[in-house]
């Protein structure tokens, strides 16, 4: 699976739209983008993930670049409950098994 | 419908001696997938199962082992503890549907974790 790379750390204010960026580069036709993020003493919660067009759920935003080397994730209003380690994953479901976490962005929400 | 529960919550072992983890999926889920996670790092694939057969396995030695049960929970076995096994212990279970173009969908649902610590 191709690797991906993300901000060590981030950090917001509260109620304040957040950003987070995720370069993968090295992406194949058949990989699709995820994002999990981890809650302190829980485990990952699936978050979002799309292909090629931008995806929208309730908990969050995805922007795709054209050229599918990037995306963003987008939380529309981050409140103190989304402080969390953010992992965006690149999986191809045609032949990968695991999932490939790097050590994603650690997200600090300021009140 | 209860998520994916683990077993036990923490554990503590010393050097050389094994221990069973254990991990009941969502009901209807038929893989489950089991991860290390060190301290300050992401979740590190160990092995997945489905329908009772192993699907994939990560670069981990043979000290590990896993086996998925006819009800599809699952036990992870680790021999010979070593210090450096210290780590939480993450089950993962997840429905693989079939999406357009013949891909394969799958969102993976993860449990608390087992929290490990060899002394």
């Known amino acids: 699976d191709a690797k991906t790379t993300q901000p060590n750390s981030m950090e917001s204010n509260e109620e304040e739209p957040v950003h987070l960026p995720c370069n993968h580069s090295t992406i194949s036709g058949t990989d699709y983008i995820h994002w999990y993020r981890q809650l302190p003493s829980q485990g990952p919660e699936y978050v979002i993930h799309?292909?090629?067009s931008n995806v929208n759920n309730r908990m969050a935003s995805l922007a795709i670049a054209e050229d599918r080397k990037s995306s963003t994730l987008i939380l529309h209003r981050a409140t103190l409950r989304d402080a969390a380690v953010y992992y965006c994953i690149l999986r191809d479901l045609n032949t990968g098994n695991q999932f490939y976490f790097g050590t994603g962005t650690s997200l600090t929400v300021i009140p | 419908d209860a998520g994916v529960t683990q077993s036990p919550t923490h554990l503590i072992k010393t050097r050389g001696q094994h221990v069973t983890l254990r991990c009941s999926p969502i009901?209807?889920?038929?893989?489950v997938s089991w991860y290390q996670q060190v301290l300050g790092q992401g979740p590190q694939f160990i092995f997945q199962y489905y329908e009772k057969e192993e699907r994939g396995r990560g670069n981990f030695p043979d000290r590990f082992s896993a086996r998925q049960f006819p009800n599809y929970s699952s036990e992870l076995n680790v021999n010979a503890l070593l210090l450096g096994d210290s780590a939480l212990y993450l089950c993962?279970?997840?429905?693989?549907?079939?999406?357009?173009?013949?891909?394969?969908?799958?969102?993976?649902?993860f449990g608390s974790g087992t929290q490990l610590s060899v002394l």
């Open positions: 009901s209807g889920h038929k893989s």
């Open positions: 799309g292909l090629t």
């Open positions: 993962a279970s997840s429905l693989v549907r079939q999406g357009g173009q013949g891909r394969k969908r799958e969102k993976l649902f």
